[in-house]
């Protein structure tokens, strides 16, 4: 299930289920988004970006779906398996070459 | 491609000393943006460098911090009379139009 701890939201799911990450995010001009895996003591590694004249984009295992009319988007990844255990971050970019806006992320922790 | 390359990886400097960080973008990259992370937080902006010129610094303090990224050379963030409430992890990413790429981050411990 997922909880909100006293720092990062965890979301806790057992391996070969499918995992749902949600994020809200604040800007309504922002025109892409970016999820990035940060694994412990690393920096964010791209997963999977998408733009705002999409609503869906599927790579391999992992969908990222936008819904611009509540600001939300989320990453679904099928089949977790324990290497997905990081921390995801959901990131907008407002326009052009304008600064990355993190949101606050959520720890994975997949159960073997 | 070496990707972004930070160094060092770990810093540990006493309170009132000097903290240097080096953040060498990917090649071709101009344009270089520094993040803080706070341990279980998120990622915070803090300056926006393209070769010569600082675009955007408004996430970084007003005092103590400075970034440069010269024609030749890393870009380097420096933190003079470090305080505890410093240490955390600092990433580099760089941007080429269509991606963004972090290093693999300096953790600065002030002890």
């Known amino acids: 299930g997922e909880s909100v701890g006293l720092h990062l939201p965890t979301l806790s799911v057992q391996e070969g289920d499918n995992s749902i990450i949600n994020c809200a995010y604040s800007n309504s001009a922002s025109d892409y988004f970016i999820w990035y895996k940060q694994e412990s003591g690393k920096g964010p590694q791209f997963i999977i970006d998408i733009r705002s004249n999409m609503d869906k984009r599927q790579g391999q295992r992992v969908t990222v779906l936008l819904n611009k009319t509540v600001k939300h988007l989320s990453l679904q990844i099928a089949a977790t398996q324990p290497g997905d255990s990081a921390v995801y971050f959901c990131a907008e970019n407002p326009a052009g070459n304008t600064p990355l806006v993190f949101g606050k992320g959520t720890r994975l922790s997949v159960i073997a | 491609n070496a990707g972004v390359m930070q160094n060092p990886r770990h810093l540990v400097r006493r309170r009132g000393q000097e903290a240097r960080l080096r953040c060498s973008p990917m090649?071709?990259?101009?344009?270089v943006y520094w993040y803080r992370q706070l341990p279980e937080e998120g990622l915070k902006f803090m300056v926006y460098l393209q070769k010569e010129n600082i675009i955007d610094e408004s996430g970084m303090p007003k005092e103590r911090f400075s970034a440069e990224f010269p024609k030749e050379g890393p870009s380097i963030l420096r933190i003079q009379q470090v305080v505890r409430g410093d240490s955390a992890a600092y990433f580099c990413?760089?941007?080429?139009?269509?991606?963004?790429?972090f290093g693999s981050g300096t953790r600065l411990t002030v002890v």
């Open positions: 990413a760089s941007f080429d139009r269509t991606s963004y790429t």
């Open positions: 090649k071709g990259h101009s344009h």
